[in-house]
């Protein structure tokens, strides 16, 4: 089993900066990929970033030069810097993990940003 506990959200003003961690543990590699999504009312849930098992990151268009993930393997926690926050960026924030086909999501934390 894997458990992903995502913490950090919370209210912030257009402009602003929040960090998301994402804090795995069970049965997962320090250098497992990683990724987060992000959900708002009546939509689907989509991609926002990713950090491969080498390091390596990849971010949806919509928050490319905004938004950085990155890991702490000592940790085993997976964090998502996001600045220059805009309204659109409110959502609710998902961690995700594929482990041996499985797949795990974490609880969510809600962002919120006000013009």
Known sequence: QVQLVESGGGLVQAGGSLRLDCAASGSIASD????????????????????????????????????????????NTVYLQMNSLKPDDTAVYYCYARVDGRTYWGQGTQVTVSP
């Open 32 to 75: 497992n990929s990683m990724a987060w999504y992000r959900q708002t009312a009546g939509k689907e849930r989509e991609f926002v970033a990713v950090i491969g098992s080498r390091g390596s990151t990849n971010y949806a268009d919509s928050v490319k030069g905004r938004f950085t993930t990155s890991r702490d393997s000592a940790k």
